[in-house]
């Protein structure tokens, strides 16, 4: 048990937890806007167009069926998703700058010695392995 008390120790101090939260609280935030846009805009201009009430509810044996909202959510669903698409396809580019960014300000530190092929010092004149001379880079 102690085992199991450690590991989900470990999965909390990870971050993974915290991530999980601020998403969870961002989607609930997020997802008001969405409705907001859902019930006052685009509801409306259907209710233009389709010159009838957007509720397209049909009462059967005393059921409401009501199509209208089964809509409004698919029209949410779909808004959500597609922006969720762009926020995590923008956060994907941005850290693939970075990391070209990184790679390319990374300094080469090393070079291998021709004669052992030893990995030694940039600056090295002389191979610590083999004690090789080091010939003379060219400049590029």
């Known amino acids: ?4 008390f450690a590991e989900f120790k470990e999965f909390i101090a990870q971050g993974n937890v915290l991530d999980l939260a601020v998403g969870v609280i961002i989607g609930g935030a997020f997802k008001t806007i969405v409705d907001a846009l859902i ?3 685009i ?3 259907i209710a233009m167009f389709g010159g009838t009430d957007v509720g397209l509810a049909i009462v059967v044996k005393g059921q409401t069926l009501d199509f ?3 809509i409004s959510a698919i029209i ?6 597609f922006i969720i698409f762009l926020i995590v396809k923008s956060a994907n580019k941005a ?4 990391k070209k960014k990184e790679e390319e300000e990374e300094e080469v ?7 052992c092929k030893s990995e030694i ?5 002389k191979c610590p392995h083999c004690t090789a001379d080091q010939p003379e880079e060219e400049a590029e």
């Open 1 to 4: 048990m102690k085992k199991f």
């Open 109 to 115: 530190t090393t070079k291998t010695c021709p004669f």
């Open 68 to 70: 209208g909202k089964f």
């Open 121 to 125: 010092d940039i600056e090295a004149t």
């Open 76 to 81: 949410n669903f779909i808004i959500i998703a």
């Open 43 to 45: 509801n409306p201009l």
């Open 95 to 98: 850290k693939a700058i970075s």
């Open 39 to 41: 019930e006052n805009l």
